[in-house]
């Protein structure tokens, strides 16, 4: 109760510079950077998934110096009929998996130690330097990259890139800092049309940046992708410096405040991060935010699973994709995203504010990922990205109806629990499910698929039990009696009730 009373008082003592941050900052500020964001983190894996089996192509014989980049490992001319080809294909697909797992093992210690200290001072050193410390490892990160594919440099330098990502935070540390500043910015009734409209905006990166890449590695190598990947990121981080405001803190943009920014940094903020959920809450909101939480982190172990074996998946037998190939598959599956956001950001605040629609794409998304496992030929992938494409909504929706059933001083630290799991995920889940794909891609390459299925029954049976539970207690609650409600059932009719007041007037 001591922790509810004291979260309260700071909630009061914050109301009014609240209403003052929604007055001056407009919460879309922040999705210039955002949008650069997701565009290197949702170009990064392609780039390299290509890279990687283009240098292990090469070292295996499967093509030449003078074949194009964007050739796989399966559409070798006779494959069909030579078994030594195949052979050496599986090989190429084993070794990109076991890199993956060896720069997702590197990599998720130092990724998960920054993003558990940022975010647990997030609310004490403000929003800007969990925007700009990213950056600067992306900088960096992209650098070491494009020195790698010009000076053909060994693949160690792959997995020191992947650790200076992580020491400075990397995608989640940025999007945890600009989901916290849209939530400063925003009321609770224009939370949920900003957080799907931010949700469009990111769809946007998944498009004309991955068809420009498909398009690109068809004729040419990866070393212009990599260096408009390094470009933006300056960009976003001179953006920052110069034009994002501070939503709590002083709002300078002197380099010296950024450092002593910095330096209020604390381990004691980490011991609060779980607090959270132990805090006492009217009705049953203790128990709704601790599921919802427990439904994002599942969702991020099946979305990050999916994500980290797709595309090495599509690569292989027997769809035998190429970069272009993929380009266009994810793009229409995130053009049906944003057609989906926007038509639900103009809909109803009680639909989107309510448990049915993560229900639906929680749903959805599981037939998606059996279909995945299935496919055989191209229109069926097409088929499980329409239907699946509502999944992506439904985060957006689950973080502003969590954001609604905490105080403002807790924003940060109930997505910090989430977030914990993002980052592991990105990493660790990568490692588990390229440990499988690897296991079974002799025996059938879409079991991982069904794994990942299997998993989304747990949050779509949380998010069921959480739409169903409020129906099912105003069904068997008793209806307390009022004096309205006695002189309904007392006065059935209107001519009873007329026939009585004419009597007692008279």
Known sequence: ????????????????????????????IVLPIVIISMTTATTDPILLNDLMIRRYQLEYGLVNTS???????????GLQNDSQIVELSIQVQKSVSH?????????????????????????????????????IGRIIRFTIILLLVELNLSDIWLIISNVVDGLFGSNSV?????????????????????MLLEEAAVALTRIFPLLGIGFWLQHHDHTLPISINLGLNIVALIYIIILQPESRGKNTRKISYFLKQIKRIRFSPIYGTYQVFLIKREGNNQRTIILLTLTQIMLFIILFGFASIHPLYLYGKPLCFNVLDLAILTSAQFSLMIFISIILSFWQNRF??????????????????VLF??????????????????????????????TKLVNDTEFALVFIATGIVETIGSY????????????TIEIYPGIIFFILSAIGLIPLGITGFLFMWPLYIRKTMPVIPNEENLRSTTCDNASQCDSSIIKTKL
């Not at 109760?1 to 609240?18: C, D, G, H, R, T």
């Not at 990599?107 to 403000?126: F, H, Q, S, W």
């Open 1 to 28: 109760m001591e922790l509810a009373n004291i979260s309260l008082v700071k909630s009061q003592q914050i109301n009014f510079s609240q209403e003052q941050r929604q007055i001056l900052f407009r919460w879309w």
């Open 67 to 77: 074949s194009p980049a964007s050739e796989t490992a399966c559409d070798t001319e």
């Open 99 to 135: 890199l993956n797992i060896m720069m997702a093992g590197v990599g998720a210690l130092p990724a998960v130690l920054t993003y558990i200290i940022l975010g647990a001072n997030c609310d004490r050193i403000g929003r800007r330097p969990l925007l700009i410390l990213p950056c």
């Open 174 to 194: 940025l999007l945890l800092g600009a989901i916290a500043y849209i939530t400063d910015c925003t009321t609770e009734n224009q939370r949920s049309r900003a």
């Open 352 to 369: 989107t504010n309510s448990l049915l629609l993560p229900f639906i794409g929680i749903f959805t998304y599981i037939i998606h990922l």
């Open 373 to 402: 496992g299935l496919a055989h030929v191209v229109w069926f992938l097409y088929l499980a990205v329409f239907i699946g494409c509502l999944f992506f909504v439904v985060m957006a929706v689950l973080r502003s109806l969590l």
């Open 428 to 439: 660790v889940v990568g490692i588990v499910t390229n440990a499988i794909y690897a296991q």
